[in-house]
């Protein structure tokens, strides 16, 4: 009995460290996929910030020259 219950136990703790590898594997994945998308959206950010400027820019010079005529 005490046999069966040590192999019952060895094989517990194997199978909790193939889950504890698993598990490290899985969040290590998902800390690479986040650091992508945080990349991915800091450059869609920055591709958007440039027009955004221009178009303040341009929208504010237009409303000086609009002022300049009145």
Known sequence: MEAAAAKNSSWLCSK?????????ALQSEKSRIMQDHNEGSSLQNQALQTPQERLHETD?????????YK
Do not use: F, V
């Open 60 to 68: 504010a010079t237009r409303k000086r020259e609009q002022e300049s």
């Open 16 to 24: 909790c460290g193939l889950t504890m590898e698993a598990l490290e």
